[in-house]
């Protein structure tokens, strides 16, 4: 059984940074690429980051780049999103998934495994 469970959210000023993890279990870990999407009450869940199978590999929402950096342990089975700079906007439910391949991708259909989500407030 697939699970993936995110954790590291919280409040943050603006400016400040958090490291959010998602620890993945039931499955070969390192036979598929990962991802970092966002949500916010009344809009669709959107892309924020991915990072194909063996790590070489990542994209980012042009609203984080340069700010946030996803990574991942193989051996541990987790992927990482380390978050610099955070803007109020970054406010978010983040859910951590699965993709159905090997590869970096940003579209929410081509996750198929999802996390429950890890609150993230940036507010002063």
């Known amino acids: 059984q697939v699970q993936l469970v995110e954790s590291g959210g919280g409040l943050v000023q603006p400016g400040g940074s958090l490291r959010l993890s998602c620890a993945a279990s039931g499955y070969t870990f390192s036979s598929y690429a990962m991802g970092w999407f966002r949500q916010t009450p009344g809009k669709e869940r959107e892309f924020v980051s991915s990072i194909s199978w063996g790590g070489s590999v990542t994209a980012y929402a042009d609203s984080v780049k340069g700010r946030f950096t996803i990574s991942r342990d193989n051996a541990k089975n987790t992927v990482s999103l380390q978050m610099n700079s955070l803007r109020p906007g970054d406010t978010a439910v983040y859910f951590c998934?699965?993709?159905?391949?090997?590869?970096?991708?940003?579209?929410?259909?081509?996750?198929?495994?999802w996390g429950q989500g890890t609150q993230v407030t940036v507010s002063s």
């Open positions: 998934a699965r993709a159905r391949t090997l590869y970096v991708d940003i579209n929410t259909r081509a996750y198929d495994a």
